[in-house]
T-cell receptor
Framework: DADVTQTPRNRITKTGKRIMLECSQT?????MYWYRQDPGLGLRLIYY???????NKGEISDGYSVSRQAQAKFSLSLESAIPNQTALYFC???????????FGPGTRLTVL | QKEVEQNSGPLSVPEGAIASLNCTYSDRVSQSFFWYRQYSGKSPELIMS????GDKEDGRFTAQLNKASQYVSLLIRDSQPSDSATYLCAVERSGYSTLTFGKGTMLLVSP
């Protein structure tokens, strides 16, 4: 079984819809992250969490929210999706001393 | 704005050659540096980390760090077609324990 899983893997939605991307991990890591990747822009940090009660905004948090339901689960929500949120979204985890060690397989989101 | 700069490439090298990938960063107090490999359509994979000035070798990979020049590089010896991928440089954001990524350099190794 994969260490970091993301659901869904692909999603097409319409402008204004609410959407949730889910991430689960079996690594036992405390730290979890959400990134988006856009062609020509690289990986950018949206939100991160160092434990269940710790949530922090990253570089580009506007338009997004997160929930850390448990050590193993970290969800990203788009309350009202817009086309420029079309991107490849990655969840990642790390142990306290590994910065970012493991990425999930990614979710390709298209907002029409 | 703390930045990490990489040449987008593509960098083309023949099989068996040494590929040299470069990265500069702007945050003078950064202490930790990482290289990730990302195959097309796949997620990034951590391949090297380096924390001290000098060279760190792992198999065919060598990471080099020069903090005074704010420069980190990755050398791939005996390049193979399977090394063809995008290589991402990442620098720890001082005080935050998170990483800032460069945009990546695409490497193409021709047989």
């Amino acid at each position: 079984d994969a260490d970091v899983t993301q659901t869904p893997r692909n999603r097409i939605t319409k402008t204004g819809k609410r959407i949730m991307l889910e991430c689960s991990q079996t690594k036992g890591h405390d730290r979890m992250y959400w990134y988006r990747q856009d062609p020509g822009l690289g990986l950018r940090l949206i939100y991160y969490s160092f434990d269940v009660k710790d949530i922090n905004k990253g570089e580009i948090s506007d338009g997004y929210s997160v929930s850390r339901q448990a050590q193993a689960k970290f969800s990203l929500s788009l309350e009202s999706a817009i086309p420029n949120q079309t991107a490849l979204y990655f969840c990642a985890t790390s142990d306290w001393d590994q910065r970012v060690g493991f990425f999930g397989p990614g979710t390709r989101l298209t907002v029409l | 704005q703390k930045e990490v700069e990489q040449n987008s490439g593509p960098l083309s090298v023949p099989e068996g050659a040494i590929a040299s990938l470069n990265c500069t960063y702007s945050d003078r107090v950064s202490q930790s540096f990482f290289w990730y490999r990302q195959y097309s359509g796949k997620s990034p994979e951590l391949i090297m980390s380096i924390y001290s000035n000098g060279d760190k070798e792992d198999g065919r990979f060598t990471a080099q760090l020069n903090k005074a020049s704010q420069y980190v590089s990755l050398l791939i010896r005996d390049s193979q077609p399977s090394d063809s991928a995008t290589y991402l440089c990442a620098v720890e954001r001082s005080g935050y324990s998170t990483l800032t990524f460069g945009k990546g350099t695409m490497l193409l190794v021709s047989p």
